[in-house]
């Protein structure tokens, strides 16, 4: 079945992924500015100019939908990380970009989402851990590097240590309501993060 043509709209019928990306930028809009409360699928739908059906089809409640919007914004804003010859500048430089582009979402967890923890019974590391898959492999990435250069002991590389250094970022901004500050940040790298995966002599 195709999907149905656009409300209102005279141009090209869009279909595949072109409308998927225009729906999933729409819904995201919807998030940022009325948090999930105002998330519904007519009103995606008219501002993306499509049918609740062809919505539907691909997402059927409006949590999946809100996940798939997140998941988009943050798969189409990757954290970059290049070699830059050392670990603990790497990873103060995805913590710092973390912040840069998160803060975003830690104030719409924190204050938008209630709504989605409710109906979803889950909590914010639960939904965390969901959307977490791409900048996974970035943090992955720069730790790979490092045990190749014998900075860090691969062994200790638990999946728990891996999460840790953004763990703490979001553990911080929930207790403190603003951005993770650059002293900070140095701090986890320095005083918790190196020591717990840096090669002993």
């Known amino acids: 079945?195709?999907?149905?043509?656009?409300?209102?709209?005279?141009?090209?019928?869009?279909?595949g992924a072109v409308l998927e990306r225009a729906i999933l930028e729409v819904a995201w809009e919807e998030l940022r500015e009325g948090g999930y409360s105002a998330l519904t699928f007519e009103a995606v739908?008219?501002?993306?100019?499509?049918?609740?059906?062809?919505?539907?089809?691909?997402?059927?409640?409006?949590?999946?939908?809100?996940?798939?919007a997140i998941r988009y914004r943050l798969a189409s804003h990757p954290l970059d990380v290049p070699d830059l010859g050392n670990v603990r500048?790497?990873?103060?430089?995805?913590?710092?970009?973390?912040v840069a582009?998160?803060?975003?979402?830690?104030?719409?967890?924190?204050?938008?989402?209630?709504?989605?923890?409710?109906?979803?019974?889950?909590?914010?590391?639960?939904?965390?851990?969901?959307?977490?898959?791409?900048?996974?492999?970035?943090?992955?990435?720069?730790l790979h590097?490092?045990?190749?250069?014998?900075?860090?002991?691969?062994?200790?590389?638990?999946?728990?240590?891996?999460?840790?250094?953004?763990?703490?970022?979001f553990n911080d901004a929930m207790a403190t309501m603003k951005p993770t500050s650059n002293k900070t940040i140095v701090e986890i790298v320095d005083e918790i993060i190196m020591p717990l995966v840096e090669v002993n002599d």
């Open 145 to 169: 590097r490092a045990v190749h250069r014998g900075e860090v002991d691969g062994r200790k590389l638990t999946p728990r240590i891996v999460r840790l250094p953004k763990d703490l970022l």
């Open 1 to 15: 079945m195709t999907d149905s043509p656009d409300i209102g709209s005279t141009t090209r019928r869009r279909r």
């Open 89 to 98: 500048d790497e990873l103060i430089s995805y913590l710092k970009q973390t």
């Open 45 to 68: 739908a008219t501002r993306a100019n499509t049918s609740r059906p062809v919505l539907n089809r691909r997402w059927p409640t409006r949590s999946n939908l809100a996940l798939a």
């Open 101 to 142: 582009r998160g803060w975003t979402f830690a104030m719409m967890f924190a204050s938008q989402m209630t709504e989605y923890f409710r109906e979803t019974n889950t909590t914010p590391h639960q939904l965390r851990a969901a959307i977490a898959t791409a900048d996974e492999n970035s943090i992955y990435e720069i």
